[in-house]
């Protein structure tokens, strides 16, 4: 079965970093044709995009020069380093794939992990 894992969410203050983790398995996604992505779901409010990486790298403008997601492809695993963060970041953040696509939209997903808390308080 499918699983993506997400962890390193946690609690910090305005401006501080956090470094979040996404183990796949199930499957293997390759860097060619399958997206990874993040998404994040504050209370009251959509799923959005946040950041997606295949053969290039895609970010939401809310966090483009904040936000950079990696992959290591020989531990299927996808990351997103978070700095200079804002209380407008506080929400679950999911990790996604999109497998032959993009990964860019909320619709295009095909796999979705169960989500981390990422709180951002003064």
């Known amino acids: 079965q499918v699983q993506l894992v997400e962890s390193g969410g946690g609690s910090v203050q305005v401006g501080g970093s956090l470094r979040l983790s996404c183990a796949a398995s199930g499957r293997i996604f390759s860097n060619e044709y399958d997206a990874m992505a993040w998404f994040r779901q504050a209370p009251g409010k959509e799923r959005e995009f946040v950041a997606a990486?295949?053969?290039?790298?895609y970010y939401s403008d809310s966090v483009k020069g904040r936000f950079t997601i990696s992959r290591d492809n020989a531990k299927n695993t996808v990351y997103l380093q978070m700095n200079s963060l804002k209380p407008e970041d506080t929400a679950v953040y999911y990790c996604?794939?999109?497998?032959?696509?993009?990964?860019?939209?909320?619709?295009?997903?095909?796999?979705w992990g169960k989500g981390t808390l990422v709180t951002v308080s003064s």
């Open positions: 996604a794939a999109d497998v032959l696509g993009r990964g860019t939209s909320v619709a295009d997903i095909d796999y």
């Open positions: 990486i295949r053969r290039n790298a």
